[in-house]
């Protein structure tokens, strides 16, 4: 079953730049603000809710960095304010994982861990992955058969934005924030060359962004 989210559709041509603030420095490079932050902000709190329903009495968060920590941070933040207001609290522990699914330019199927890559701490654990960009699906899956190879007692997996792409490995998710077409965006912790970072909102960049921040 397809699980629930907020689907964005082909045509969406984003918000115009003007009705947000960003960062100066951005001037010029951004297209469109594709999801504001203030919605990325709600929908992760009810991602949270569910989480915080679906798990026992801990959690041990998985991090995918670089892209995942905003959403990493945010979540856990919105689980640790559930907890203390009805009266189920998680235990709540994070780890972080790098990951480089690219070598040179090419996608592969092999998982690059980049750092320690010994996950004992997961046995017996219930583990939630949290990344904040799944398109192909590829990396999650190698990620996840590398995990379940600790023997933790329950992994799920959070994305927040998932491409809408053909034979996408939707059963691999158990909560998503939004779909979006196949296309390019960035902010809210995912990059273009490292850029763009720092922008609260998730964006589409400009022609001129784009050439400016090429490599
Ligand atoms: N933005 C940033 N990083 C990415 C994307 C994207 O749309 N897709 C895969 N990595
Ligand atoms: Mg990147």
């Keep these: 079953m397809m699980k629930r989210r907020i689907v964005i559709k082909d045509e969406w041509p984003g918000h115009s730049v003007d ?36 798990f026992e009495d801990h959690l041990v968060v998985l991090c995918v960095l670089k892209g995942g920590y905003k959403f990493c941070s945010d979540l856990v ?20 994982i790098r990951l480089k699914s690219y070598l040179n330019d090419r996608s592969t199927e092999e998982l690059h861990i980049i750092g320690s890559p010994d996950l004992s701490f997961l046995r017996g654990k219930s583990v939630l992955i949290v990344e904040a960009m799944i398109d192909t699906g590829k990396t999650m899956t190698a990620l996840l058969k590398h995990v379940v190879t600790f ?18 490995a939707e059963t691999l998710l158990d909560y998503v924030g939004f779909e979006i077409p ?8 995912l990059d273009y060359n490292e850029y763009f970072r720092d922008l609260n909102h998730i964006c589409v960049i400009s022609r001129t962004g784009k050439l400016k921040y090429k490599v």
């Design 19 to 54: 009705l947000f603030t960003y960062p100066e420095h951005y001037h010029d490079d951004i297209e469109s603000v594709y999801i504001p932050h203030g919605v990325i902000m709600d929908r992760i709190e009810c991602l949270a809710s569910s989480i915080q329903q679906d």
């Design 77 to 96: 933040d919105f689980i640790k304010v559930l907890g203390r207001n009805s009266g189920k609290y998680l235990e709540t522990r994070v780890e972080f």
């Design 151 to 168: 023997e933790p007692k329950m992994v799920k997996v959070a994305g927040l934005l998932v491409k809408r792409i053909p034979n996408m």
């Design 182 to 189: 196949n296309l390019f965006v960035v902010g809210y912790a």
